[in-house]
């Protein structure tokens, strides 16, 4: 067995945790499994996998079940991972060097998020997360949408591994999404009253309102998170950038999303905000500078965002170019767009006009 632990924290998860437990049972770890209140077949479910299965009193505190799980772990080298995530793909040998060379830092592993759209389960986009650590230089802190924190306070240095996980927590029915965004939300307000100076807070609490389609207070919270002096380069930083310029646009307006102009250079690498900054042109019926930018996106590198840097610009250029009376040219860039519904559907009616 290799000297790491993969903790888990579940409750109420039976649908999902087997299928996570089946991912990662053959890497040949230590399974820990906290579970923190189940009244399903949960615990029945992970006692065929874990090495250890354990109980937590839920207190309303994601950090304090991760780092109670990081405790009851036999290992110092922890690779944390949820019940709705499993390994499409891991390099164990990579692991087992990154902690004998690379033991200060954190491993970053890809996540590809998965919807369900017209009844198949599809990409919706990827994104990178602190994974894989030294439990005795990291902890979790904050009680929703815990993050990764050195004990002793140096910087983290953060490498992506290998690594790649498919999560579907995302994919959950209108209700369901909901009833999970307004739990956070509370929670996050509550942390927010002991930690108001954490922009981090803003984000996601601009984030809930957003899933729960209430762009305008989502615009309040983003802007309040931006107004910290903080490093471009953060993924987090760019992810509110590019949900406020959303936001922004769905509460129409537009004029005021012109202001990004302010912040381009500093975010010009980033395909999804190149991207966006397509979108906020096209909405301010500058159809010139919209394409500039869209065709900007397709040659830059993938976003968070899937399509960002290929089906999406080219569907907006499609639009404009339509709007403009070039139907040829929008028919040849709806037809790029592959089987994307809306760019189908475009090309269908105009072929039939």
């Known amino acids: 067995m290799h000297p790491i632990s993969v903790c888990i924290i579940a409750k109420n998860e039976e649908t999902r945790i087997e299928q996570c437990l089946k991912s990662i049972k053959p890497c ?61 793909e891991i390099d164990v040998e990579e692991l087992n ?3 004998k060379h690379l033991s200060d830092s954190v491993g970053s592993v890809s996540r ?6 017209n009844g198949v389960l599809t990409l919706n986009n990827v994104d990178y997360t602190e994974r894989f650590f030294n439990k005795k230089l990291y902890h979790y802190t904050g009680m929703i949408h815990e993050q990764l924190t050195p004990i002793r306070g140096h910087e983290i240095s953060a490498f992506l591994l290998q690594t790649t996980l498919l ?13 999970k965004y307004k739990r956070n939300f509370t929670l996050l307000e509550k942390q927010l009253t002991q930690d108001p100076e954490n922009p ?7 984030k809930s309102c957003e899933i729960l389609e209430d762009f305008a207070r989502a615009c309040i919270y983003y802007d309040k998170g931006l107004e910290f002096d903080l490093d471009p380069e953060l993924a987090y930083v ?9 936001a922004l646009l769905h509460t129409g307006q537009a004029e005021n999303a012109l202001g990004f102009e302010g912040i381009y250079d500093e975010f010009a690498s980033v395909t999804d905000f190149v991207y966006l900054m397509g979108n906020i ?20 590198p993938p976003g968070r965002q899937n399509g960002s840097n290929s089906f999406l610009p080219l569907y907006q250029c499609g639009l404009i170019f339509e709007q403009l009376g070039e139907t040829d040219s929008a028919c040849a860039l709806y037809a790029q767009c592959g089987d994307f519904a809306p760019a189908v559907q475009r090309l269908a009616a105009l072929k039939t006009s």
């Open 28 to 88: 040949g770890f230590e399974i820990v499994v906290v579970d923190t209140g189940s009244t399903d077949r949960t615990k029945e479910i992970a006692a065929r996998y874990a090495d250890k299965l354990l109980d937590f009193a839920w207190c309303d505190d994601f950090s304090a079940a991760r780092n109670f799980s990081l405790r009851e772990a036999s290992n110092n080298w922890i690779f944390m991972i949820d019940c709705d995530e499993t390994v499409k």
């Open 97 to 99: 060097y990154f902690r």
């Open 112 to 117: 590809e998020n998965l919807v369900t759209e």
């Open 167 to 179: 999560h579907t927590g995302y994919d959950m029915t209108p209700e369901e999404r909901k009833a």
């Open 200 to 206: 981090y807070l803003y984000y996601q609490l601009g």
């Open 238 to 246: 760019q992810a509110m950038v590019v949900s406020y310029g959303n």
């Open 281 to 300: 042109y096209k909405d301010n019926l500058m159809p010139e500078q919209a394409l500039t930018q869209y065709q900007k996106a397709l040659q830059m």
